[in-house]
């Protein structure tokens, strides 16, 4: 190889070098339950130690951390260990909320759409106004997109748990209010 001392590799080194990628064993879905092993290595649940580390991130002095981490952990939004996490961030610095609020809502799930109204439900006014501006950053383009959160959140008010029940009521009251760019073309 060419790329040798200090300059890294260039476009020859590129060329020569062979690319192995790892590919994992079929059934990644029956590790998904699965505890964490002896010594607490990431082998046996890469999801849960991934959580553990963006939660120790989420709690960085540094807000660029804090914002990764907030991304980063909505993607787990559906995890139980993650929930905490990404409320905690939702309740800081208003950046960080409509950041991982905006992450959350771009999973266009009921998971991440529970965790926004859990938070939406005991915000402060200020708060509030940023979780209302990601809403608006999310779905105020597709009609499509924002019918469909609609849909999950008019369920979400029947949740058990009242906090994310009362959230959905004014995550609904929110989404209703918008009127979105694209809408579908209708024939006929």
């Known amino acids: 190889m ?22 994992r064993p079929a059934p990644y879905a029956e590790e998904r339950g699965s505890s964490e ?16 580390a963006l939660g120790a991130l989420a709690r960085s002095d540094d807000w660029r951390d804090r ?23 939702v309740a800081g610095d208003t950046l960080i909320t409509r950041h991982t609020v905006q992450s959350l809502l771009r999973r266009m799930d009921r998971a991440g759409l529970s ?7 005991v915000a402060d006014a200020q708060h509030s106004d940023w979780i209302h501006t990601a809403v608006l950053d999310v779905f105020a383009i597709h009609a499509t997109e924002r019918d469909e ?21 004014r995550l609904l009251e929110d989404l209703a209010a918008i009127d979105p760019v694209l809408h579908p073309v209708r024939h006929g």
Request: proline share 3%; glycine share 14%.
């Open 149 to 169: 959160a609609l849909r999950v959140c008019e369920g979400l008010t029947r949740d058990a748990d009242a906090r994310i029940a009362e959230g959905a009521r």
């Open 115 to 121: 965790v926004v109204a859990s938070a939406m439900a």
């Open 67 to 89: 914002a990764d981490a907030g991304h980063g952990l909505a993607a787990f939004a559906e995890m139980p260990e993650a929930v905490g996490s990404l409320l905690e961030l």
């Open 2 to 23: 060419h790329g040798t001392g200090r300059r890294g590799l260039d476009r020859q080194d590129l060329k020569e070098t062979t690319w192995a990628v790892p590919r």
């Open 37 to 52: 092993g002896a010594g607490g290595h990431m082998g046996s649940d890469p999801r849960r130690a991934a959580v553990r």
